[in-house]
C-alpha cells in the first residue's frame, strides 16, 4: 500500500505551518520533517510543537530526517537526535552512511560504519523507532551492490533502507536496483531531477511519468505502508507540489 508524503526539505524556506498547510491541501497523508531547518536537533520543545501540530493537520510524521552519518561524531550525537524524534513522534530515522563513496573506504571504515550503524540501531530500538538508510551518492549506499553489502553486514532487524532514483543510472538499472534492496527497502524519496554541471535541475513530476510508472510497479508491497515521499519541486513552489501531488496520485491509481 502507498501513501504519499513530502520531504519537508522541499520548502527549507518556509515555516513549518506554511509547510503543513501546503501539505494538507494537496491531501497527502505524511511528512518527513527535516533536521536541518524545521526540526534541529535538541530543540525538543519544537519537536513537540511539530508533532502537535502536523497531528492536528489529520497527517503523520512519516520520519525524522536527520544528517547523522554514520561512524561520525563532529555534528549533533545520535543520542541528541533520538530525544528529538522521540519528541517529535517519528516513528523512523532518518540517516546517511558515512561521508565517503563506496569506491572510496577502506576496509576499517567500513566496520567503523557497521558498527556504528548496530549502535544506534540498538539504541532507537528501545525507543520502538526504526533506522533508515538513505540510499544516496558519496556513501556507503551509492550503488546497489555496495548497499546490499552494508545492509547484510549490519543484519539489524531494526535498520532499513530507502530507496531514490540513483542520479547516473539507466531507468532499467534503477528498476533492477528496488528488486536487489527489497528485503531491507521501506520508504521511497520521489523526485525527477539531474545533476547538470553540478547544479540540480528539476522538473516536473509530470515528465518522469514513463520512468515512474516502471519504478511503482516494482515498488508495490504486498502488506504493510510504504510512503513515497516528494523531494524538492521545480521552483521551490508550492502550486508545483500541488500539480506534481496529482501527477503522482494519477500514477498510483493507474
Not at 528488486?179 to 518522469?208: A, C, M
Request: aromatic share 10%.
Amino acid at each position: 500500500m502507498f501513501k504519499i508524503g513530502l520531504c519537508s526539505v522541499t520548502f527549507r524556506n518556509l515555516p513549518v505551518e506554511e509547510v503543513i498547510r501546503a501539505a494538507k491541501e494537496a491531501e497527502i497523508q505524511g511528512i518527513e520533517w527535516g533536521g536541518d531547518i524545521h526540526v534541529p536537533p535538541g530543540n525538543l520543545e519544537q519537536a513537540e510543537t511539530v508533532a502537535a501540530l502536523t497531528e492536528d493537520a489529520g497527517m503523520e510524521v512519516t520520519s525524522y530526517g536527520s544528517y547523522y552519518r554514520l561512524g561520525e561524531t563532529e555534528d549533533a550525537s545520535f543520542e541528541t537526535i533520538l530525544q528529538t524524534a522521540v519528541k517529535l513522534k517519528a516513528p523512523s530515522i532518518r540517516v546517511w552512511a558515512g561521508r565517503k563513496g563506496s569506491n572510496e573506504v577502506t576496509e576499517t571504515d567500513w566496520r567503523t560504519i557497521v558498527e556504528d550503524a548496530r549502535r544506534i540501531g540498538d539504541l532507537s530500538k528501545e525507543r520502538d523507532i526504526q533506522i533508515n538508510l538513505e540510499y544516496h551518492g558519496r556513501t556507503l549506499t551509492d550503488t546497489v551492490q555496495s548497499a546490499t553489502r552494508l545492509m547484510k553486514e549490519i543484519n539489524h532487524e531494526n535498520i532499513s533502507l530507502y530507496w531514490q532514483p540513483a542520479l547516473f543510472e539507466t531507468v532499467e538499472e534503477r528498476k533492477n536496483s528496488i528488486n536487489q534492496i527489497k528485503p531491507w527497502l521501506t520508504h521511497v524519496h520521489v523526485f525527477h531531477w539531474k545533476i547538470i554541471d553540478g547544479s540540480r535541475i528539476v522538473y516536473s513530476f509530470s515528465e518522469g511519468t514513463n520512468d515512474w510508472k516502471g519504478y511503482l510497479a516494482e515498488l508495490e508491497k504486498d502488506d504493510g505502508v510504504r510512503y513515497l515521499m516528494i523531494e524538492f519541486v521545480k521552483g521551490d513552489r508550492v502550486e508545483q507540489f500541488w500539480d506534481d501531488v496529482g501527477v503522482l496520485k494519477g500514477l498510483m491509481n493507474e
